[in-house]
């Protein structure tokens, strides 16, 4: 099959390096000429474990192509995705479709043959309707189906998500654009992966309502933890306990400083809108929102009141800066509040993070970038863990006492077991264990 995939940002590059490893011909168009030039050069834009050799290996092996120019490629498609960001819109949180629309209008100039059109973008209910629309009138005499399926990948683990996935979500009632999909999922179909065909506007849903559930789902032992702390609970053994009930599961149960990234804050947000213009409030989302983001800020406060409620002048380390383990992405990372409020109340901030420094660089003033954990730590009053890099969870304790001037340790990933820190003679909380 060939197929044109328009946007080459996270979702886009993997999925066409991903396509173009099940053995299809994939050409990535983007109107950005700089990224286009680095991909051709062999510069990967993302933070993205094996994608570098992925790309490489399928362009040595001429099924993958980064172009500017659309329109061969989009001419001679089997399908065309779109795969172009859909950003919270400034002032009001629903999903900004400019882009998708614009791609739309790009698409319909350029189709020949029958030619399945995939929003793979997260879009709200009905976007696929508004560019059926677009292109029809675009070009009436088109010959098409727009079709949605939205990717579940997780950055950091995006390419087993492709590849790999708990199923595939297609939404059409087109029976020859299913034939289609099937034929581009072929291996995954092999491997019997389900493949969900629903009709467009549910399959739409079913990307904001798994986004949301998980949030919720985060959100919820979240607040267990915070009982659990005044309680004289442990949430870990809480969540290990209800997640062995099949119902519930055991995942996502993880308490910490709140979701970040780039998907659970814009997906919330837009659901919501989408729920309230649908006279259908979402009360639980719109909840779920609400408490995040307060977590996020309160965390600082956790911090401050640990060091007895006054850090002015005093030097805090953090470890771990991206929203999660194994991406540079900032997006609506905890550590961005927990940094300015923090700062706000007089400290100095000394941070090392394994792949997200640049990126932080442009979201936060005046860190400290070191170059390591041991060098963060140099002199500190506390240590805070934020991100559960690999890497954070087997540091040499003795020497990070001997590093810090107070060892006091604010863990709020869990990642070390709170009894054995404080027999080592550290002061250390972490989220939701009171033991
Ligand atoms: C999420 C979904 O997991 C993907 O299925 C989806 O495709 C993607 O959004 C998207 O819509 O594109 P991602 O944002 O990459 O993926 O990251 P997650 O691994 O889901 O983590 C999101 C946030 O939740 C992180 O801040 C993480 O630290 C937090 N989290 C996750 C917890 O605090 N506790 C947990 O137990 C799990």
């Not at 709020?412 to 054995?420: A, F, P, S």
């Amino acid at each position: 099959m060939r197929v044109a995939m328009i946007g080459t940002g996270y979702v886009g590059l993997v999925s066409g390096a991903c396509f173009a490893d099940f053995g299809h011909v994939v050409t990535c168009i983007d109107k950005d000429a700089g990224k286009i030039n680095a991909l051709n050069n062999g510069e990967i834009p993302i933070y993205e474990p094996g994608l570098q050799q992925l790309v490489a290996k399928n362009v040595a092996e001429e099924r993958l192509y980064f172009t500017t120019d659309a329109k061969d490629a989009i001419r001679t498609a089997d399908a065309v995705f779109i795969a172009v960001g859909t950003p919270t819109r400034r002032g009001d949180g629903h999903a900004d479709l400019s882009y998708v629309y614009a791609a739309a209008e790009e698409i319909a100039e350029l189709i020949e043959g029958f030619t399945v059109v995939v929003t793979k973008s997260t879009v709200p209910v009905g976007t696929g309707d508004e560019v059926e629309a677009i292109i029809r009138k675009t070009n009436p005499d088109a010959n098409f189906a727009v079709v949605s399926n939205p990717e579940f990948l997780r950055e950091g683990a995006a390419i087993s998500d492709f590849k790999r996935p708990d199923r595939v979500v297609v939404g059409t009632d087109n029976e020859e654009a299913v034939k289609v999909m099937r034929e581009l999922y072929r291996p995954l179909y092999l491997n019997e992966t389900p493949i969900v065909v629903t009709r467009r506007r549910t399959s739409e849903l079913i990307k904001y309502a798994a986004n949301a559930f998980l949030a919720v789902k985060i959100t919820f032992i979240n607040e267990i933890a915070d009982l659990c702390e005044n309680v004289g609970a442990n949430v870990q053994e809480v969540s290990r306990a209800i997640g062995l009930d099949n119902r519930i599961g055991g995942k996502f149960l993880h308490a910490g400083p709140g979701y970040g990234g780039s998907c659970f804050p814009k997906d919330t947000l837009a659901l919501s809108r989408t729920g309230h213009d649908a006279g259908a409030e979402l009360k639980i989302v719109n909840a779920v929102i609400e408490v995040n983001d307060a977590r996020k800020k309160k965390m600082a406060d956790k911090v401050i009141d640990f060091l007895g409620g006054d850090v002015s002048g005093k030097s805090i380390a953090l470890l771990g800066l991206a929203f999660k383990p194994n991406t540079d992405d900032m997006r609506d990372a905890p550590s961005i509040d927990i940094v300015a409020k923090l700062q706000e109340a007089g400290a100095t901030v000394r941070a090392f993070d394994p792949a997200s420094m640049k990126e932080a660089g442009h979201v936060m003033k005046d860190v400290v970038f070191c170059d390591g954990p041991y060098h963060a730590i140099e002199n500190a009053d506390a240590l805070v863990i934020v991100t559960e890099w690999d890497q954070f969870r087997a540091l040499d304790l003795d020497r990070v006492k001997a590093t810090m001037k107070s060892p006091n340790i604010i863990d709020l990933r869990n990642i070390y077991d709170t009894e054995d820190m404080r027999d080592r003679g550290f002061n250390y909380i972490s989220v939701g264990r009171a033991y």
